[in-house]
């Protein structure tokens, strides 16, 4: 968020409405989290990852052209075009309670007259009624705030698509595999805040992954404090060496998984299972 002014960075950090060139753009909540699934690849997509050709015009433009043109030609669609649009509408609340092909829909696509596959902008109706105008620069802006109040990060123009794919994919195959799903992660954070699922799915989904991390961090250093207590030692040292802030690491914080420490060494011991848990019930 550093290139957002700072009254954009304060209203994100506190889940709040920001207003901008006559839109209102809102945290998407947590009950529409399948729908912010699908947009968020085309938030995160890399302008320098696609072909050169396109990379001198907008991304919504380009998005928009590699679309066109693949109809054009029969092939299959990447979808990012559309994704960009569910993305809009998901933030603008556009045909709240709708289906997700309504919500798109609700875009009226403005092209050049001398060239279809080159996008002018998107045209909608806001809730009083009043025709707006988002341009593929305007969308830009659009964009990275959508993205800030969702926790979406956003790789930087200059970073190397190859580099920040070849690190991605590595992450995966590191990953321990997890039946991973949104009703179980919500359950998850129901039972350790004390707050009903039903609030949960109004939380702006920022909120709900903040929360998350900050419960990950304060298990993941009661699990270390007990393990160092046995003797577990790890390469590099502590990774979760406090409760609120993660460790450090190349510059960046990181939230270190404990699923293995990669070095041998033996996780906390049995026998300090029910103490975390009494000690995490006083804690939260």
Known sequence: MEDLP???YKA??????????GMILYPI?????????MARGALEVMH???????MRVPLLSALYAMDYEAVSAGQSVTGLFSRSLLALALSLRLGEGQSIEARV??????????????????????????????????YAKLRRIIAAQNGVRLESDEANPDIVKAQKTKESANAVALDANIEDWIAA???????????????????????????????DYLVCGFGEMNGTTWKGGNPSPHPFFSRVR??????????????????APPSAAGAIRDFT???L
């Open 6 to 8: 700072i009254s954009i």
């Open 12 to 21: 994100v950090n506190r889940y709040q409405a920001v207003e901008t060139d």
């Open 29 to 37: 909540p947590v009950s529409l989290y399948g729908e912010f699934l």
């Open 48 to 54: 320098q990852s696609l072909p050169v050709r396109l």
């Open 105 to 138: 829909g609700a875009f009226r696509i403005m092209v050049d007259r001398a060239d279809p596959a080159k996008l002018m902008g998107l045209r909608f109706s806001d809730e009083t009624g009043e025709e707006r105008e988002i341009t593929p620069a305007l």
């Open 189 to 219: 954070v129901s039972a350790l805040t004390g707050a009903d699922e039903s609030e949960i799915d109004d939380w702006p989904i920022l909120k709900f992954q903040r929360r998350s991390d900050s419960l990950r961090r304060v298990l």
């Open 250 to 267: 190349d510059g960046s914080g990181v939230l270190s998984a404990l699923g293995g420490t990669g070095d041998g060494s033996k996780p």
């Open 281 to 283: 019930k006083q804690f």
